[in-house]
């Protein structure tokens, strides 16, 4: 590379190889490149590893200088100040330039960031490292032994002169390569980015709800975590409701929302907007809780929405094979051929093609096996917490079979469906899990649990509206699916992990969805024992003793923690809970309660990083879903109320104008770890309620004692997970204040 004129850099550089680095002398060492290979972040969807993870201040590796004489010079290869990123610079440069650009921020970055072009992600960058004037012997790039991947730099040239306007201001003495300044002002960079443990969690504000506010209001206490829990609580519920227009669209992303991209370092984009146009299938737990919490008419209308969609190829009249095709949802709800007609010509894969299945191969758009059960599931939670009508089921009938005989129809149709094992197929992002992409699809428990308790939800809607022979006829293909699950999922005594879809073991909280968090009663037997025996397995695959699940907040923590939360893994999940809070709690960032999309986090350092879409439905669905599992009042599938809190430990809470599970009426909640042997919680109805309690969590092995309002009344203490638990049925009269005390001996 002789002869290369760096244009408005260097006037005319003898540019040699570094590979083929000759011994010369010169004032003035000039380095091309530095950027990192990979130039990213972190892995996509986030990392909880510190060896695949990129942060501003982050040292990986040295540029090593050796003289003639012996004498060595080690200049280190730190990000922000020797090296920097590329692509995703160039793509979201808040808080250092464009839109949301801090002057001070901007600032910091000029007076570390010593490469020429960087500021403005051009690359290949240019440093230049002042010498000693020696006889330079070799020049070595050295990447850390800590880190995957390693720096960039490709050429090099010496000179006697520095007359660059940038790079004289800019030089890295080789002497003294790592002043205190820099030091300094790339901590203050990473303070400005990141968030810290334990100092940034310490003394977070009280969160205080808007004064025009007439919702339910849930605030946890006892802690910094669950003040921050409190914040996040109502700021992503909000959040949820405001997605959902006048039509009934629920929007995958928050107006105009910021990305910190799958893969990004720290800095984000203003108004990426990535998903608003779209409203996913798979997110219908955002509208279960929207109607847990009283939202009824946006609940509705979502609803009306997205069944409308579903209906899209009933109403087409569409064909596959020459068979008509029933209404089912897709990945992208309202736009049903986004991924036939779109992303398969993006590399998406499919079994779909033009060669085997001719003009009519992109008419099943793509199934979303998970979805589509998450939207039957959906459907039927709504439908309980708005009482149970039999009017809506007979009212709805047309758009409730639909759904199910699409179910039907892919089992009795494997070589159009592909189905498998009595199991369903579908192209989705679940299916894609620990598959590289593009080369195939999996069948995954993820989706085909959805869809065999979604089938039974529905059969219990037709059975409360008076048909016995559709509900036993649904009931029965969901049995059918329920044993195809158990043969093809489980392995050895345990799940079958391998095939689970996102990320993890999903039975349990999708059961829970169906028969409500009583999971010691309320699931059947060889479910939880399975999910039991799984556990430590699923812990251990990835997010270990982190106890951190970044690869989408939803679909890998708040999964995880709700299987925690369910099989009553107090220690674990109180763990899971805290950095739950810690992952949504950003107090020098934007919007700082609202769930990130995926994240970053490093062990060693103790920081956490925003990934992806801030507020992206999915993730805050799930999270949204983890808090109401924690909160535990729930509706069982024969329509009892009960609740079964699990708090983190220390926590406590209050729920004012709290709906019951039914809707009917408002309930007020308090309730108090339980301290030195002893618990108290209160409750106030606004109606006759008959409600089961579940006080603990006790030391194991205790008896239980159990006061009403004073009065002594029978407890039936039970071991769950760690602790020992007491069951109490309670009576609920109007308007009476109910004090619980429980005590174990």
């Known amino acids: 590379m002789k002869g290369i004129l760096m244009e408005n850099t260097l006037k005319a550089c003898n540019w040699l190889s570094l590979k083929q680095f000759a011994p010369a002398a010169g004032r003035y060492l000039y380095l091309l490149g530095g950027i990192y290979s990979p130039d990213k972040g972190c892995p996509d969807w986030g990392s909880n590893k510190d060896e695949d993870t990129y942060y501003p201040g982050d040292r990986a590796g040295s540029l090593v200088i050796t003289y003639a004489s012996g004498k060595t010079a080690e200049v280190p290869l730190i990000f922000g100040y020797t090296l920097w990123f590329q692509k995703h610079f160039s793509d979201g440069q808040a808080p250092f330039k464009g839109e949301g650009a801090s002057p001070e921020m901007a600032e910091l970055l000029k007076s570390t960031l010593c490469l020429k072009g960087g500021m403005e992600a051009q690359g290949p960058y240019i440093l230049c490292v002042r010498l000693s004037g020696e006889t330079l012997r070799n020049i070595e790039v050295m990447p850390s032994p800590k880190k995957k991947g390693e720096p960039v730099y490709t050429h090099y040239a010496l000179s006697e002169i520095n007359e660059d306007e940038f790079l004289s201001g800019h030089a890295i003495d080789a002497d003294n390569p790592l002043p205190p ?33 007439a919702g339910p209001k849930v605030r946890f206490t006892g802690g910094a975590f669950a003040d921050i829990a409190t914040g996040v609580f109502f700021e992503n519920m909000m959040k949820i409701y405001h997605k959902i227009e006048e039509n009934g669209k629920v929007h995958e992303s928050s107006y105009m929302a910021p990305s910190w991209r799958y893969d990004g370092f720290g800095t984000w984009r203003e108004g990426a907007n990535s998903y608003y146009e779209q409203m996913w299938t798979r997110n219908h737990h955002s509208v279960t809780v929207l109607s847990r919490l009283g939202f009824k008419e946006k609940a509705d209308l979502a609803l009306e929405y997205s069944q409308n969609c579903m209906m899209y190829f009933k109403r087409e009249k569409l064909t596959l094979g020459g068979i008509p095709i029933p209404g089912h949802w897709t990945a992208v709800c309202d736009d049903p051929m986004y991924y036939s007609k779109v992303l398969q010509y993006a590399g998406w894969y499919t079994k779909y093609t033009q060669e085997r299945f001719g003009e009519e191969f992109q008419n099943l758009g793509n199934f979303e096996v998970d979805g589509h059960g998450f939207a039957m599931l959906g459907i039927y939670n709504v439908w309980k917490n708005e009482g149970r009508s039999a009017q809506y089921v007979k009212q709805n009938l047309a758009q409730l079979r639909e759904p199910v005989e699409f179910i039907q129809w892919c089992l009795d149709h494997p070589e159009l469906s ?9 192209e989705t992002e679940a299916g894609l899990a620990d598959i590289a992409f593009g080369a195939g699809m999996k069948i995954t428990m993820y989706g085909n649990i959805a869809c065999c308790l979604g089938v039974r939800g529905y059969s219990d809607m037709v059975s409360s509206a008076g048909m016995p022979e559709l509900a036993e006829e649904w009931l029965e293909l969901s049995k059918r699916l329920e044993k195809s699950i158990m043969e093809y999922f489980v392995k050895e005594g345990k799940w079958d992990l391998y095939n689970r879809g996102f990320y993890h073991d999903s039975s349990l909280p999708t059961y829970s969805d169906y028969a409500g968090y009583d999971t010691a009663h309320d699931v059947p037997e060889n479910w939880y024992k399975l999910s039991l025996d799984t556990y430590e397995e699923d812990l251990n695959d990835y997010i270990g003793d982190t106890f951190v699940g970044p690869r989408g907040i939803g679909y890998d923590h708040s999964i995880f923690t709700q299987t925690a939360l369910l099989l009553d893994k107090v220690s674990d999940y109180t763990r899971l809970m805290e950095n739950l809070c810690k992952i949504c709690y950003s107090p020098r960032l934007p919007e700082p309660y609202v769930v990130p999309e995926c994240a ?79 618990q108290k919680v209160r409750l106030q109805s606004e109606r006759e309620v008959k409600m089961l309690f579940r006080a603990g969590p006790f030391k194991p092995g205790s008896d239980i004692i159990c006061r009403v309002n004073g009065r002594e009344q029978k407890c039936a203490a039970e071991i769950c997970g760690e602790g020992a638990w007491g069951r109490i049925e309670l009576q609920l009269e109007p308007g009476v204040d109910y004090a619980v005390e429980a005590e174990a001996k």
């Open 181 to 213: 300044n820099i030091t300094d002002a790339l901590g203050k960079i990473m303070h400005a980015l990141f968030t810290f443990e334990p100092q940034d969690y310490l003394l977070p504000p009280k969160f205080e709800f808007p004064k025009d506010y």
């Open 418 to 426: 592909f189905s498998e094992h009595g199991l369903l197929y579908g």
């Open 600 to 678: 970053s986090y490093s062990p060693s350092k103790r920081i956490f990083r925003r990934q992806g879409d801030l507020g992206n439905l999915a993730h805050q669905a799930e999270v949204m879903h983890t808090f109401m599992t924690v909160i535990g009042l729930c509706e069982t599938a024969d329509g009892g109320f009960k609740w079964i809190p699990r708090l983190p430990k220390g926590w406590d809470f209050t729920a004012r104008e709290l709906p019951l599970p039914d809707g009917s009426a408002k309930i007020s909640l308090e309730y108090h770890f339980p301290s030195e042997g002893r």
